[in-house]
């Protein structure tokens, strides 16, 4: 039993591996990482941000519904979306529309509509870099390897999504609660995320070989035999 469980370790070691080589997986992991940590820390300071500046409870909430409506509203048609711009291009959109509510809240401090806008923007931009980056993760495994693949996808996703919640305090209070500096830090790490998607847009990713590293490799087909020629008399 000892050997069976060192020999499965292997095998799981292996497919890690494997996975952790594919432009698109890699790809599909970081940008759904930044869409979540982005908007989590986002959405998480601004009630905090808005009481700061004098704004009721009513408002800040009206915020936050708002957010939640442009993150889940969008996905009627975030298929269609994904479908006729490709994963990589949706991935780069949803970045670059997350970005811009994030710049939008830079705008102005004293205005809710800024608030209302900007969030609701940023859910948007979630709303279409997540689903087409697990459109991305989804494609770069076999059926045999789902559950190895999908689990360290989202273990890592959701990692970078618990690192951005727990560590928003932190952060806003360390930057002396300066709302326009705690914007313009997550605004850098979106854009970051946009010139890598814009760049792997350019330069294109490879869709994974059917018969790539993670499937069993097919045997050839028996050729037929040549027929032998009669001998001479």
């Known amino acids: 039993s000892a050997e069976k469980e060192l020999a499965s370790q292997a095998v799981a070691a292996v497919s890690v591996a494997s996975l952790l080589r594919r432009p698109k997986y890699l790809f599909g992991i970081f940008g759904g990482a930044v869409s979540f940590g982005a908007m989590a820390g986002l959405m998480a300071a601004t009630p905090v941000a808005m009481k700061d500046r004098g704004f009721s409870f009513d408002t800040s909430t009206t915020t936050i519904e708002l957010h939640v409506v442009g993150m889940f509203a969008p996905a009627i048609f975030t298929g269609k979306v994904v ?16 970005l811009l509510g994030a710049v939008l809240l830079l ?6 509509a800024v608030y209302m806008v900007g969030l609701t923007i940023i859910g948007i931009g979630w709303n279409w870099s997540t689903v087409a980056s697990t459109a991305l993760i989804t494609k770069s495994f076999s059926k045999e390897k ?26 806003y209070k360390g930057l002396d609660q300066d709302w326009r500096l705690f914007v313009a830090f997550y605004s850098a790490i ?29 045997l050839p ?12 008399p």
């Open 190 to 218: 979106t854009a970051i995320a946009l010139v890598a998607a814009l760049y792997l847009w350019i330069v294109g990713i490879e869709p994974p070989a059917a018969s790539d590293a993670l499937q069993p490799q097919a």
């Open 146 to 171: 789902a559950s190895t693949a999908q689990g360290l996808a989202d273990g890592i996703i959701i990692g970078f999504l618990t690192i951005a919640v727990f560590t928003v305090g932190f952060l």
């Open 107 to 112: 705008i102005s401090t004293s205005e809710a």
């Open 221 to 232: 087909e028996p050729s037929a035999a040549l027929p032998v020629a009669d001998a001479p």
């Open 83 to 98: 479908a006729a711009l490709g994963p990589v291009r949706t991935v780069a959109a949803g970045l670059g529309v997350l």
